[in-house]
């Protein structure tokens, strides 16, 4: 194995050790040749053993795993790609091509030093922590990494930008000054039913039931099945909208964000900012609760499983709470 440092001395002063990766000096504090050459051999003996141990654990990985020593996070990734399916799927190779990460697609996982993560995060932004996080964990989870690089308490903060729900003043603005009948009845359904724009986008016809007043399907997402009722609001606006095939023909061929910048310019023609399609979830969330609604059945609407997500979700709802004795007062006697 080839020695990291050398030696070398100028006009006969102090001895310095030249690092052959780098060219960088360093002194040796002395102008003695023996000190001097014992002081280089323990460097060069300290950089080796290192390199000796990894080789050494290598050897052992590579009789369990063939690829050990050269699978690289570029494949990790399309790994964990190839689990999922649908805009989860479509979402995550996105994140994989975000530019923060693209100095660790080609580097072998093995070889992998916690500063080379901590470098990727600070080119980065929140998704970026998100997504590597994930990546990470899932090397560890599969015994591609044998340890964790970076401890779970040292990873930064996930700080999300403030999200708020839309105001039913917004959303009459918005109603008002759309002159497109499609997305006019697309937004009106988000305000009604609190779904996420994908879903609404593609439910059709079929998807409704006349004679029980329900709507049923299943979050492109998390293929969680949604049933919920609807009322007359609801049901003045499917009456506009085809009675087979999908009620939104145009909407439902465009990708995410293109409906989401249509509805930025709407937002911005009236005056509006803070809000995106996504804010119509909070709305509803944060309506259902200041109106009583039961949580289990918020969570159903909503396609949620979890109560904490739910009540992230209605943060923001103001909730007067009565009191006991009127609460009581309310109730039916026993």
């Not at 001895?15 to 460097?43: C, M, W």
């Not at 080796?48 to 990734?77: C, F, G, H, K």
């Not at 305000?191 to 979050?219: C, F, M, P, V």
Request: hydrophobic letters at 40%.
């Amino acid at each position: 194995m080839k020695n990291r440092y050398r030696l070398f001395r100028r006009n006969g002063a102090t001895f310095y050790a030249i690092d052959n990766l780098t060219g960088k000096r360093e002194s040796l504090r002395t102008e003695q040749p023996g000190i001097a050459r014992r002081v280089l051999h323990a460097k060069n003996e300290a950089q080796e053993q290192p390199q000796i141990n990894i080789q050494i654990a290598r050897a052992y990985l590579a009789a369990s795993d063939a690829q050990i020593s050269t699978r690289n996070w570029r494949s990790v990734m399309d790994v964990m790609a190839a689990a999922k399916s649908g805009a989860t799927r479509a979402r995550f190779i996105r994140a994989t091509n975000d530019r923060a990460l693209a100095g660790l697609h080609g580097l072998v996982v093995l070889e992998t030093r916690p500063e080379h993560l901590v470098a990727a995060l600070s080119r980065g932004t929140v998704a970026t922590n998100v997504f590597l996080r994930r990546i990470h964990n899932f090397a560890v989870d599969m015994t591609w990494l044998p340890w964790p690089l970076i401890p779970k308490r040292h990873w930064p903060p996930i700080t999300f930008k403030e999200k708020r729900a839309i105001t039913w003043d917004e959303h009459l603005k918005i109603i008002d000054r759309e002159p497109n009948l499609e997305k006019k009845a697309f937004y009106e359904l988000c305000w009604h039913l609190g779904g996420s724009q994908g879903d609404i986008a593609s439910l059709s016809g079929e998807n409704i039931d006349w004679s029980e007043k329900t709507i049923a399907y299943r979050r492109r997402k998390s293929a969680t099945p949604v049933l919920i009722r609807f009322g007359k609001s609801v049901e003045a606006v499917l009456q506009r909208l085809p009675a087979k095939g999908p009620l939104f023909p145009c909407l439902r061929l465009l990708r995410e964000s293109v409906r989401g910048d249509y509805f930025r310019r709407r937002c911005v023609s009236v005056g509006i900012t803070g809000v995106t399609l996504h804010s119509y979830r909070y709305a509803w969330a944060e309506r259902a609760r200041q109106a009583g609604y039961p949580e289990r059945f918020a969570q159903e609407a909503l396609g949620h499983n979890s109560q904490a997500v739910h009540r992230a979700y209605a943060k923001r709802a103001q909730v007067k709470v009565p009191s006991l004795e009127e609460f009581e007062s309310a109730s039916p006697k026993r």
